[in-house]
């Protein structure tokens, strides 16, 4: 089975300066924390405050998800932390 994501939910870390946000394969929950980093690289005019990434992570999503995908392809594991050198 692929890794789907269902669930639409993400969590803005400020302490981590990352969005979390998770993907399933089959009954497995994947964990990924998205690093601040990619997202000012995503969409470098926006701010870097919680409303501001979670409305990046949301326009972008589906490249984040495909992101996600192709790292937890590589590594099947239950947490991973996406940096811009996974885009």
């Not at 990046?56 to 932390?81: K, L, M």
């Amino acid at each position: 089975m692929t890794l789907q994501f269902p669930n639409a939910s993400r969590v803005f870390d400020p302490v981590r300066r990352c969005v979390t946000f998770w993907g399933h394969d089959s009954a497995f929950e994947i964990a990924f924390h998205l690093d601040a980093d990619v997202l000012t690289r995503l969409s470098p005019q926006s701010g870097q405050d919680e409303a501001a990434s979670l409305r990046t992570f949301d326009t972008n999503r589906q490249r984040i998800e495909r992101a996600a995908s192709g790292v937890y392809a590589r590594r099947r594991q239950s947490f991973h932390r996406l940096s811009t050198s996974d885009f």
